[in-house]
C-alpha cells in the first residue's frame, strides 16, 4: 500500500472530487482510507443516558484507495506514486517531478 497515514490527498472522483485532505486512517486489508472533510456520513444517534443529547452526528467514512491521488509536497500537483530502492530500502517517489517523497 502506497499511501500512508499522515498524507495530503486528493479525492478524484464522486461527490469530494477535486477535494484535499489528511489520511487518518489506512486499512490495508479494506485497500481503503478515512481521509478528513471527505466522505461524510450521518450517524443517528440515541440518547444512552437521561442527560444526553440525541442526534445525527456527521463524521468521515471509508474511501477506496483507488479513488485518491497523493499530492506531492514538492510540486503541489495530485500525481502517481513509484517506488524506487535506495541502499537497501525502498522509497516513494512522484511520477511528475521526480522528487524523493519522505518516509
Known sequence: M??????IVQSICGEYRGKQGKILRVSPTKQSCIVEGINFQI???RPTSPGQQAGRLKKEGWIQNTNLKLVCPKCGLPTRISKKKIGDKFVRVCKKCGEMIEE
Open 2 to 7: 502506497r499511501l500512508k497515514k499522515g498524507d
Open 43 to 45: 450517524k443517528h444517534q
